[in-house]
């Protein structure tokens, strides 16, 4: 039993129920259409605001089909099936987090272009915008799967899960936010870039633990 | 060492096992596959065992009985590995089984309560990916289970039965030599308790163990028994 092999089965499963994918794709785009709608269609102040609408869209659209990362499996007794597939229980975790990321996260960067356009972001800050994203909805995937292992078996866990993931998020969405705001006054996104990526570095290892632990203490 | 001699003697931890020479201890020929002693677990604030002992040979069939409550369950998924004993020690083949648990999951099929089946795979996914295979066939699996011809089915369309039937297909499919069954029969006809007695049967016949905790009888000639109060 391979990591690919799992990767494999879990993106076949997200294909399979495709709704979740439709439905973050579905809500970043008409939580960012309010917007214009509730501040006006001006250029220049809904251009000012673009990055951080499209940050704040993409982190709330991210958390929609966490509930389900780990739910499903709890309530089927697939979990007991993947602690036992031979993998450590946080090789099993990067895995799910991974599976979200391509299934979620990807979709929701390639989106995130067409929406700063239409919010009216500058065409030159678009680069930067995504270049921050590309590390930010990893980490957000990253602890998206902690928060969705933590929560397991709570009740209620959907409520909890925002509540536990957001405050964790909000180092990416400050350093996200920020290389745009920068490269917009003349300065250099990197410094922010380079913090993200930090961020990333820091994730990539610990969440994937974190998770796995916490899946372990639910199935006992 | 042989699991019929009278009593279970508690096995010396890994460490203390390797020295042939211990003394008190009389050194195994071949330590049984699976040994437990003094093994204890807790649900929630509940003890819900302590003291069990049990043994289990190559080839040998353990069935836990009991009332409903008395830990038959959790002493399966103690087996397995997913709930931590709160005493006593668990030993594979004479050394600790939980030192190193993804490697314990390696040994062992579990089936439990629920089946584990995936409604948006079709019959023959829902055994791809999860499963170390050692090689073995997806189809020749199905086949032992009567479900040959239904692989391409969606596994939403399968009766409660046919379900019982897939997740025991994913035994067929290991090549892990301790199977952990929680009420195998659960569900299954007549002729379908008579597949999985010749699966049970073949396992054995290679090498392999089962324990199964159940209420009905169970295709399991010569096992031992293990009652939980």
Redesign the interface.
């Known amino acids: 039993?391979s990591m690919l092999?799992?990767l494999?089965?879990e993106l076949?499963?997200s294909l399979?129920?495709g709704t979740d994918t439709v439905a973050a794709l579905l809500f970043f785009l008409v939580a960012a259409a309010l917007f214009p709608l509730a501040i006006g269609p001006a250029p220049e102040t809904l251009g000012r605001l673009a990055p951080g609408i499209v940050w704040v869209c993409a982190l709330l659209a991210a958390l929609l089909p966490l509930e389900r990362l780990f739910g499903a499996d709890y309530e089927?007794?697939?979990l007991?099936?993947?602690?036992?597939?031979?993998?450590?229980?946080g090789a099993v975790a990067a895995v799910k987090a991974a599976a979200h990321w391509l299934v979620t996260g990807l979709p929701l960067l390639l989106a995130a272009a067409p929406i700063g356009l239409m919010l009216r972001l500058k065409a030159e800050l678009l680069p930067v915008l995504l270049a921050g994203l590309l590390p930010g909805t990893l980490v957000l995937s990253l602890l998206g799967t902690a928060g969705a292992a933590i929560v397991l078996g709570a009740r209620r866990g959907g409520v909890l899960l925002p509540l536990l993931v957001l405050p964790l998020a909000m180092p990416v969405l400050i350093f996200g936010a920020g290389a745009v705001e920068a490269a917009a006054t003349g300065l250099s996104p990197r410094p922010h870039l380079l913090l993200l990526a930090a961020v990333l570095a820091l994730a990539a290892p610990l969440c994937p633990l974190a998770a796995g632990a916490a899946i372990?203490a639910a199935?006992? | 060492m042989d699991c019929n001699a009278p009593g279970l003697r508690p096995y010396p931890p890994a460490g203390q096992h390797s020295h042939n020479g211990s003394g008190a201890i009389p050194h195994p020929a071949e330590p049984p596959l699976l040994a437990g002693a003094g093994l204890a677990a807790f649900r929630g604030e509940r003890l819900v065992f302590r003291d069990v002992g049990l043994c289990l040979e190559a080839g040998g069939a353990l069935l836990l009985v009991g009332p409903n409550g008395s830990g038959k369950s959790t002493l399966l998924r103690l087996l397995a590995g997913l709930v931590r004993p709160a005493a006593g020690a668990l030993l594979w083949r004479g050394a600790d089984a939980l030192a190193d648990l993804a490697e314990h999951a390696t040994r062992l099929a579990y089936l439990g309560h629920q089946d584990a089946v995936k409604p948006g795979l079709s019959v023959a996914e829902n055994l791809q990916g999860v499963v170390r295979t050692g090689g073995r066939d997806v189809g020749a699996a199905l086949a032992a289970l009567g479900l040959a011809g239904l692989a391409g089915l969606p596994a939403r369309m399968l009766s409660a039965g046919q379900r019982r039937r897939l997740a025991l297909a994913r035994l067929a499919l290991s090549a892990a030599p301790l199977w952990l069954l929680d009420e195998p029969t659960l569900g299954l006809d007549e002729a379908s308790v008579g597949l999985l007695g010749a699966l049970l049967a073949r396992h054995r016949e290679r090498g392999g163990a089962v324990v199964a905790a159940t209420h009905l009888a169970l295709p399991l000639p010569g096992a031992a028994t293990l009652g939980l109060a």
Not at chain 1, 80 to 87: A, E, F, T
């Open positions: 039993m092999a799992l494999g089965r076949r499963l399979r129920h089927d007794g697939s007991d099936q993947l602690l036992l597939c031979g993998l450590p229980a372990r199935a006992e």
